[in-house]
Every structure is written in structure tokens, then in C-alpha cells.
């Protein structure tokens, strides 16, 4: 036995290799957090596991001391690490970790700048050159200019005003701007992004950068009325950096960062800033201009995880996980072979004695439209059961070939 249970650990741990090789490079990050003028014990946690599950990136979280505390004692090694996050708006760093960090990133370091992580640091030239655009901390013209979109035209303002502004937090449509950039490519040229802080009047020098997405801050939300830029792409020295302005923390994260918007493009930023290359399919359950997509635990769902809710669906509550596989079979499935894939996984649930009837009824709905002859059993066994007659005929009927 002991023998046996060896040959399986060994097993696991060259599986464990394969998985990763197949992946790609582990890039390892460092979430720089600690302070925060917004929730970073939410937060941080959150962007650690959303890297983590692209399966490109091992990430670690380094604290700073508390506000007002002794920030000498804060030294990371940035060096050690493919990209740098800020999820950080707090006390000013030690003249030597301000060192470090800018020859890291002079050096070819990765930097996300993160959210409020554009609050912080008004007064640190290298850092605001960086970030590119920023607000709060007294911010204002002395700092740079305002710069947004009118009518598709880059402003650049620099009239007299304070750094950084929001309204209530809603929904809203964001637009790319530069959509072959790698990390924007292959996402729609508009969607919904789940309610968040929409930032404005952010200002600053804005040299080296690439604005990658706008939205509209609208003046019924307390907004400005114009196109207020909140994806960004900068360089410095050999160093690039990826900073959103999007991912509003609630305690338990909430609809800004469970947004697939938010989610890809800090995922998709993160590698760009890291490699300067962008590996990552956009995922199926991206936002369009319907609505916004949401993952209330931040995971992509599995093909299995839909089935396995669905076999247990009760016709009161939610399709969710049913419109998601809808959204899946959609996206994913090109030719006949990929349609089978799925198909075959319904045809488990439909011959399961487990699975509800509502559960069925939603399968072989989908099934009616996409089988083949492969359920075309099934579905005779289905329609002989009173429940399930009407919509197992209609699926036979059409799957079944003219006689």
C-alpha cells in the first residue's frame, strides 16, 4: 500500500509540473497594500487570487506599516518580482524603498497601478511620471493637465481645477480606445462594467501612455459630462506599467471587482506589464453593451460547475448557471466536434436518476437546437416519462431525420 500511495504522489507531482509547463511562465507579483484610503484587507486578498488563477502568476502580499507608523521598517525586495500592484494610497515610502522601486522598474520591472493606487504620492515626480494620471492628494494644475475625450478627440486641459473627482457609483458603458493594444485586443470595442467609482478629472504629465479605455462620467451620476480615461498603458525607463482606474472594493468585493471587465483586463494588464505580451483568451462570459457580467467569487465557472447546478435546477430560482452554459456553448463551439463535447456532458445529466426534471427540461431545450443523433436515445427514454414528453418529442422531432 505504501508503495502504491507513493507511485501516486509521484504521479501528482509530475502532473502538477506538466499542468504548469502547459501554461507557461509563472510570473510572480507582489501586491504592495497595507493603507488605503478604500478597503485593502478586501481587496488584496482578492487580486492575489484573481492572478493566481490565470495560472501565470504565484502572488504574495507586503504590508506596510499602519498610518503614522515607522515606514523605514517597509523595504521589498522588488527585484524578486515580475510585476509590482499598487493597492496602496498611504504614508510616503523611505527615500530608499523610492529608490528601489524606480530602478526596478527603470530596469524593466512590471507595474499595475491599481484604483486608489493613482491617489497616492502626489508629491513623487518619478511615481506621478509613471502613473501618468492621478487625483486627490491636492492635486492640481501645478501637477499636469486634465486629459478626456470630446466627440472622439483627445483633450489635453490645462486650466486650473482640483486633481480627481467621482459621482455615485453605477454601471456604465466603457469604450477601447486603442484596440490593438495587447491588452485590449480581441475584446469588444464597448461593454458594461458592473457598478463601480467612475474617476474623473484625473491630471498629471501623461507622457509615455496609451490611453486604452474611456467611459462616459455622466452628469446625472455627479459626473463631468465628458469621456474620462480609465485604462492606461505607460513606460518608464525599460519598465511598463498597466494602471486602471476601475475595481471599486466592497467589504466582500463587490460589482466592481466581480465585473469580467474588471477581472480580464487586470489579468490581461498584469501580464502585458510583466512580459509585455498578453497569452490570455478572452473568456466567453465577457461583458457586450447587453449588460454586465458578474462572477460573485471571481472564478471563471466550469462546464461541469453549470451542469452540476443545473442537474439540481428548481424552476423558482435563478438560470444563471443555465444562461451561462447557453453563453459557453455559443462562444466556444465552432464545429460539429466541439458541439459534441458538450453535448455529450448533457447527455450525462439527462441519464442521471439524480438530475431534476427541471434541470432536463432546460438540457434537452438547448440539446433541441444543438444535438445530434448522439442524445436521439436518451430523449426516446425521456419522452415515455409524463414530465418530460412534450419537450422530448419537440427535441425529436428535430433532431430525428426525416422519414
Not at 523611505?94 to 493606487?117: C, L, M, P
Not at 439524480?354 to 444543438?370: F, N, P, V, Y
Request: proline share 4%; charged share 25%.
Amino acid at each position: 500500500m505504501k508503495k502504491q500511495y507513493l507511485i501516486v504522489l509521484i504521479f501528482a507531482g509530475l502532473l502538477t509540473i506538466f499542468n504548469a509547463c502547459q501554461k507557461g511562465t509563472a510570473y510572480k507579483a507582489l501586491i504592495v497594500t497595507g493603507q488605503n484610503n478604500h478597503n485593502w484587507k478586501s481587496s488584496s486578498p482578492i487580486l492575489q487570487q484573481v492572478l493566481e488563477q490565470t495560472g501565470l502568476f504565484t502572488a504574495e502580499i507586503a504590508k506596510s506599516p499602519e498610518k503614522g507608523g515607522d515606514m523605514n521598517t517597509f523595504n521589498p525586495d522588488f527585484s524578486k518580482y515580475s510585476v509590482i500592484v499598487i493597492d496602496y494610497n498611504g504614508d510616503s515610502w523611505s527615500e530608499k524603498t523610492k529608490t528601489a522601486f524606480v530602478d526596478y522598474v527603470n530596469n524593466g520591472g512590471g507595474v499595475v497601478v491599481y484604483h486608489a493606487g493613482d491617489n497616492t504620492f502626489p508629491e513623487w515626480k518619478e511615481y506621478n511620471l509613471m502613473i501618468g494620471l492621478g487625483g486627490w492628494g491636492d492635486r492640481n494644475e501645478k501637477d499636469g493637465p486634465y486629459m478626456y475625450y470630446r466627440h472622439d478627440s483627445l483633450i489635453v486641459d490645462s486650466s486650473a481645477g482640483r486633481g480627481g473627482n467621482h459621482g455615485k457609483r453605477h454601471e456604465f458603458e466603457i469604450k477601447a480606445r486603442n484596440t490593438e493594444h495587447p491588452i485590449i485586443k480581441g475584446l469588444p470595442q464597448r461593454w458594461i462594467h458592473g457598478a463601480d467609482e467612475l474617476y474623473a478629472q484625473l491630471r498629471g504629465p501623461g507622457k509615455n501612455m496609451e490611453i486604452l479605455a474611456s467611459a462616459y462620467s455622466d452628469t446625472a451620476k455627479g459626473g463631468t459630462g465628458r469621456d474620462e480615461p480609465l485604462l492606461m498603458a505607460l513606460s518608464y525607463g525599460k519598465g511598463r506599467i498597466f494602471h486602471t482606474a476601475l475595481g471599486h472594493a466592497d467589504e466582500d468585493g463587490g460589482p466592481a471587482l466581480e465585473c469580467v471587465g474588471f477581472i480580464t483586463t487586470f489579468q490581461r494588464g498584469a501580464e502585458w506589464a510583466a512580459s509585455g505580451k498578453v497569452t490570455q483568451k478572452v473568456p466567453y462570459d465577457f461583458p457586450t453593451m447587453t449588460g454586465s457580467s458578474l462572477r460573485p467569487d471571481f472564478k471563471e465557472l466550469t462546464l461541469e460547475g453549470d451542469l452540476a447546478k443545473i442537474a439540481q435546477y428548481d424552476i423558482t430560482k435563478s438560470t444563471k448557471y443555465f444562461s451561462d452554459l447557453q453563453s459557453r456553448i455559443r462562444y466556444e463551439a465552432k464545429t460539429p466536434a466541439d458541439f459534441q463535447i458538450f453535448e455529450k456532458q448533457m447527455i450525462k445529466v439527462l441519464e442521471s436518476a439524480d438530475a431534476s426534471d427541471d434541470g432536463k427540461k432546460l438540457l434537452i431545450r438547448e440539446i433541441s437546437w444543438m444535438g445530434s443523433e448522439l442524445s436521439i436515445p436518451v430523449l426516446q427514454e425521456l419522452a415515455k416519462r409524463e414530465q418530460l414528453k412534450d419537450v422530448a418529442e419537440f427535441a425529436l422531432a428535430r433532431l430525428q431525420p426525416a422519414k
